[in-house]
């Protein structure tokens, strides 16, 4: 059993900052792929981003593109989620989540490919 637990979640003005991490319990998690999702309140939970197992590979949705970076630490076990230009429609929890090998990367959008979730931190951009 994988293990997930997002941080860094909190209050920011539009356009500022924050970084959410995602740490996991054993070290196996480095064959897995890892993805950020997001759900505001009323609403599907939807994709942010992803990264391969590699941390070669990552997928954006086109709402973040250019304003958050995904990235891994394989030292730490530990995936993160850095957001710039914040806006009050990023406001939703956010979901790490993590898929074991044999899925093609570009279905990494798929959250039903996911297997492992942690339990969510939320994010409120206030305007």
């Known amino acids: 059993q994988l293990q997930l637990v997002e941080s860094g979640g909190g209050l920011v003005q539009a356009g500022g900052s924050l970084s959410l991490s995602c740490a996991a319990s054993r070290r196996t998690y480095s064959n897995y792929d890892m993805g950020w999702f997001r759900q505001a309140p009323g609403k599907e939970r939807e994709f942010v981003a992803s990264v391969s197992w590699s941390g070669v590979t990552t997928y954006y949705t086109d709402s973040v593109k250019g304003r958050f970076t995904i990235s891994r630490d394989f030292a730490k076990d530990t995936v993160y989620l850095q957001m710039k230009s914040l806006k009050p429609e990023d406001t939703a929890v956010y979901y790490c989540?993590?898929?074991?090998?044999?899925?093609?990367?570009?279905?990494?959008?798929?959250?039903?490919?996911?297997?492992?979730w942690g339990q969510g931190t939320q994010v409120t951009v206030s305007s």
């Open positions: 989540a993590a898929r074991p090998p044999g899925y093609s990367s570009s279905d990494s959008y798929h959250a039903h490919t996911y297997r492992y």
